[in-house]
Nanobody, 121 residues
């Protein structure tokens, strides 16, 4: 089992920055990929950014150049640095872990409880 706990969400003005953290515990040695996902009201959950154990990253087109995913070597913590935030980034952000090497939502094995990010003036 893997447990994931997100933190770092909050209210920020457009153009501002936030850094989300995802603390992983349990059988983290089994993780092959982790990702950040978001779900806005009335919308489907979507991949924001993902990283594999080999260091491969993947970003949604809407966040490329603004968001950066990173992790420590042991999968203890995964971060999402979010810069130049826009109102359309408002959503609940979830951290997820996969024992396999991909980021497809349907295949993710473990999910955190989510953290709210609101971008508003």
């Amino acid at each position: 089992q893997v447990q994931l706990v997100e933190s770092g969400g909050g209210l920020v003005q457009p153009g501002g920055s936030l850094r989300l953290s995802c603390a992983a515990s349990g059988s983290i040695f089994r993780i092959n990929a982790m990702g950040w996902y978001r779900q806005a009201p009335g919308k489907q959950r979507e991949l924001v950014a993902g990283v594999t154990s080999g260091g491969t990253t993947n970003y949604a087109d809407s966040v490329k150049g603004r968001f950066t995913i990173s992790r420590d070597n042991a999968w203890n913590t995964v971060y999402l640095q979010m810069n130049s935030l826009k109102p359309e980034d408002t959503a609940v952000y979830y951290c997820a872990a996969n024992l396999g090497p991909n980021f497809s939502i349907a295949t993710m094995d473990y999910w955190g409880q989510g953290t709210q990010v609101t971008v508003s003036s």
